[in-house]
């Protein structure tokens, strides 16, 4: 796991665009994207999933559901990204399978880290780092705890929070191996530019630890 992680946001993509953004932000080099929808507790249409997972995987893309653990069983996601009030990591495990992602939002909680790590989680989010527009109460997390998370553990870990191409390298050299990006790519004029900018990152990144 490695590069741009997507989050869909329905604030400035509806519902009839959807699919043409997530297809413009994968073209811009997303790695993963996650479908969320925290504006209604409606099903959204397993066919528009559906599409948009094909659409993952003719670019080599995963498709992640957030929260909802039964409709990324339904539409055969490619994983689920469960919060602090969400299902644990084990049940999930349980429901969809061993062949699937389970990511867990840690926030700056070091220690839920090691418990979700323990129990089965795939990746950890933490954040927000950055003052965020889909978040703005998220408590801030400092770069230094990115830096000590990465020490002990080896599992990958995605940053969060007002993520840009000018902000994100720094996440990057502290040890995040994906930067999930809502507004960052979704709010922009152009799509497949601004994912491709943070996608660079990634590119151009050298590891201190290799110098």
């Known amino acids: 796991m490695r590069g741009l992680y997507v989050i869909t946001s329905q604030q400035h993509v ?5 699919t043409g953004a997530v297809e413009q932000a994968l073209i811009g ?7 969320r929808d925290k504006r209604s507790v409606s099903t959204p249409a397993d066919n528009q999933l559906t599409e948009i997972h094909r659409l993952c995987r003719d670019y080599g893309a995963l498709l992640v559901i957030n929260d909802d653990v039964e409709l990324a069983r339904r539409v055969n996601a490619d994983g689920v990204h469960l919060g602090r009030d969400d299902m644990d990591p084990g049940v999930a495990r349980e429901c969809l399978g061993s062949n699937k992602l389970i990511g867990v939002s840690c926030y700056g909680d070091v220690q ?3 418990r979700m790590v323990k129990a089965g989680a795939d ?4 954040g927000r780092f950055y003052a965020s527009e889909t978040k703005p109460e998220a408590t801030p997390v400092s770069v230094d705890v990115l830096r000590q998370v990465r020490q002990i553990t080896s599992a990958p870990l995605v940053a969060i929070g007002g993520i840009t191409a000018e902000n994100g390298a720094a996440l990057v050299d502290a040890g995040a191996d994906m930067l999930a990006v809502v507004n960052g790519v979704f709010a922009q004029p152009d799509i497949t530019s601004a994912a491709r900018d943070i996608s660079a990152l990634f590119h151009t990144h050298i590891n201190r630890d290799e110098l």
Request: hydrophobic share 45%.
């Open 29 to 35: 080099g997303a790695a993963i994207v996650q479908y």
């Open 123 to 126: 990746y950890i989010a933490l």
């Open 112 to 114: 839920r880290v090691n």
């Open 14 to 18: 509806g519902s009839g665009q959807l």
